[in-house]
């Protein structure tokens, strides 16, 4: 259910961040009062990049797509890993779970899971919910015992995991693919510049060196949510592989004082 839940979501959000893409074109930037003579097909106002990002044809609300696409995906990667993190600093609550369990105090350290919430928390609290079971248990040996309270953080690890690195993809998809489009719409304004020029039957500076400034507005367009997409995906994916230390971390930790009290 869930993962149909985010497929509607960003198919919903690529449809909405096109129909804004497009309305914003034909209204904001394709408004009379940015070009001369009140004429859209006519040279832009001088100075105004509204209209000059309109000249830039119909390639650019699919390029404005890709920018509003990344921004919309940018506030549901940064609500999610929030989320995740859950409330307080990490470093805090992994330091306050270890005082615990020197103590042999889980039930503590159980509310603490609950109070801080998030996916360090989840996993750390299913750990300490097995380590308590495991005490209790007189009938399998160490190993199995250290097994088992392994194999129960990787199973609340694998479900949190997902949830991390969910919608990554559109970033590592929009990188690529915004370059390649704005290309797309350079080639064809520079075909439709040096066409225009042809049959107009003599050489034009002037309407030669327009054209391939419009064309190139798509270039220009296509970097730019291209570098806005390779800085977000970093962004993210250093938060989210400090997210997974800390669960190995914590994780760690874990099995290790386990192990340590079966000594005893």
Known sequence: ????????????????????????????????????????????????????????????????????????????????????????????????????????????????????????????????????????????????KILSIQKSLEEASALELPMLSRNMVIFSTLAPVSVLIGLLGTVLGMIRAFAALAQAGAPDALALSTGISEALINTAFGISGSVLAILMYNYFSSMIDKYTFKIDEAGFSLTQTFAASLKE
């Open 1 to 144: 259910m869930k993962n149909v839940l985010q497929s509607v979501f960003a198919s919903s959000a690529i449809l909405i961040a096109f129909a804004i893409s497009v309305y914003l074109f034909i209204t904001v930037m394709g408004n009379p009062v940015n070009f001369e003579g009140g004429n859209p097909r006519g040279h832009p106002m001088p100075g105004n990049y509204l209209g000059i990002i309109y000249k830039g044809g119909y390639i650019v609300p699919l390029l404005m797509t890709c920018v509003i696409t990344i921004i919309i995906f940018t506030v549901e990667r940064i609500i999610t890993l929030g989320r995740a993190k859950g409330r307080g600093r990490l470093n805090s609550f992994v330091f306050r779970l270890q005082s615990f369990l020197a103590e042999d105090k889980i039930e503590d350290a159980v509310v603490s899971c609950d109070r801080q919430r998030g996916s360090l928390a989840n996993v750390m609290k299913a750990g300490l919910i097995r380590y308590r079971d495991l005490q209790k248990d007189k009938e399998l040996e160490k190993d199995q």
